[in-house]
């Protein structure tokens, strides 16, 4: 793990963003995730990090009620956000999705122009009176996830057409045109070359300025170059949560140690 880089520690945030208390999920008689306990801060790139299977994804849904269309699925414990259930029956999980934002492993833009990929989320939102206030926000939004320069003279094209990389900053410029206050990420690099890995890994570290990213990897180093912190988990259980740093140099439980070390996986 030498050549490990970690992310620049600034870190003076101590609120909870997110806070998961006694979290359980059944998929079936699955017991997918058990006691699920931690606080998730603003400001912050929170990372998952574990073997295959071991429930990372399954608690990132959890985050903004993804799981909820999944039959069979349940979820026990308490997820809040700012303090309020996200799983109180009031909560309209498509309001949710606006203030949590998703972006998947493979990107995912719509059949539609760039133009309207972005706009998609602020037009069935309402958050805009006209076509001059969405064009800033398609503008603000591309230029946040690093897709302006090469999208500006193409906005009517299809989102399809653009490359791999292009397509995850589209995605990315889609999940904040709606100015979520956490941005979740399942893998977004893995279907993306090193270039495009690196610049990814750039927008996060800017986007942490304004939203709390959590990001799901199973590359050890993008955990070290782009989070401040790291939760390991293993087997449906959360082992450790911790400093970045804390976790890859000095890990206290054997498991996570095993882990790093690629002793399990
Ligand atoms: N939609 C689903 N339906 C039923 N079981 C599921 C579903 N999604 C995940 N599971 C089960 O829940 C457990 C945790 O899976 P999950 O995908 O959350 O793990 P993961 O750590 O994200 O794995 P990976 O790194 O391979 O993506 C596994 O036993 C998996 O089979």
Same mark, same amino acid.
């Given at each position: 793990?030498?050549?490990?880089?970690?992310?620049?520690?600034?870190?003076?945030?101590?609120?909870?963003?997110?806070?998961?208390?006694?979290?359980?999920?059944?998929?079936?008689?699955?017991?997918?995730?058990?006691?699920?306990?931690?606080?998730?801060?603003?400001?912050?790139?929170? $990372?998952?990090? #574990?073997?295959?299977?071991? +429930?990372?994804?399954?608690?990132?849904? &959890?985050?903004? *009620?993804?799981?909820? !269309?999944?039959?069979?699925?349940?979820?026990?414990?308490?997820?809040?956000?700012?303090?309020?259930?996200?799983?109180?029956?009031?909560?309209?999980?498509?309001?949710?999705?606006?203030?949590?934002?998703?972006?998947?492993?493979?990107?995912?833009?719509?059949?539609?122009?760039?133009?309207?990929?972005?706009?998609?989320?602020?037009?069935?939102?309402?958050?805009?009176?006209?076509?001059?206030?969405?064009?800033?926000?398609?503008?603000?939004?591309?230029?946040?996830?690093?897709?302006?320069?090469?999208?500006?003279?193409?906005? $009517?094209?299809? #989102?399809?057409?653009?490359? +791999?990389?292009?397509?995850?900053?589209? &995605?990315?410029? *889609?999940?904040?045109? !709606?100015?979520?206050?956490?941005?979740?990420?399942?893998?977004?690099?893995?279907?993306?070359?090193?270039?495009?890995?690196?610049?990814?890994?750039?927008?996060?570290?800017?986007?942490?300025?304004?939203?709390?990213?959590?990001?799901?990897?199973?590359?050890?180093?993008?955990?070290?170059?782009?989070?401040?912190?790291?939760?390991?988990?293993?087997?449906?259980?959360?082992?450790?949560?911790?400093?970045?740093?804390?976790?890859?140099?000095?890990?206290?439980?054997?498991?996570?140690?095993?882990?790093?070390?690629?002793?399990?996986?």
């Amino acid at each position: 793990m030498d050549d490990i880089r970690f992310a620049e520690r600034d870190l003076c945030v101590t609120e909870a963003k997110i806070a998961a208390r006694d979290v359980q999920v059944h998929y079936g008689t699955n017991h997918a995730l058990k006691d699920v306990n931690v606080d998730i801060l603003e400001q912050t790139v929170t $990372a998952f990090i #574990g073997p295959s299977g071991c +429930g990372k994804s399954t608690f990132l849904r &959890c985050l903004n *009620r993804m799981n909820d !269309t999944i039959p069979g699925c349940r979820i026990e414990g308490r997820l809040t956000l700012d303090g309020q259930d996200i799983y109180d029956p009031r909560v309209d999980p498509v309001q949710l999705r606006a203030k949590v934002g998703m972006v998947f492993q493979k990107p995912n833009p719509f059949p539609k122009s760039i133009y309207d990929n972005v706009a998609y989320g602020p037009r069935i939102h309402g958050l805009t009176r006209n076509k001059a206030e969405l064009d800033e926000i398609v503008e603000k939004s591309l230029r946040r996830a690093a897709l302006w320069e090469e999208a500006k003279d193409r906005l $009517a094209s299809p #989102g399809t057409g653009l490359s +791999g990389g292009q397509q995850q900053r589209l &995605c990315i410029a *889609r999940a904040i045109a !709606t100015s979520p206050e956490v941005l979740l990420m399942d893998e977004p690099c893995s279907a993306l070359d090193p270039i495009a890995t690196a610049q990814i890994e750039e927008l996060i570290d800017e986007l942490r300025a304004q939203f709390s990213v959590v990001i799901v990897t199973h590359s050890m180093q993008q955990a070290a170059r782009v989070s401040q912190r790291t939760a390991f988990f293993h087997l449906g259980r959360l082992v450790e949560y911790g400093e970045t740093g804390q976790i890859f140099t000095n890990p206290h439980d054997p498991r996570t140690e095993s882990y790093i070390s690629g002793r399990i996986g």
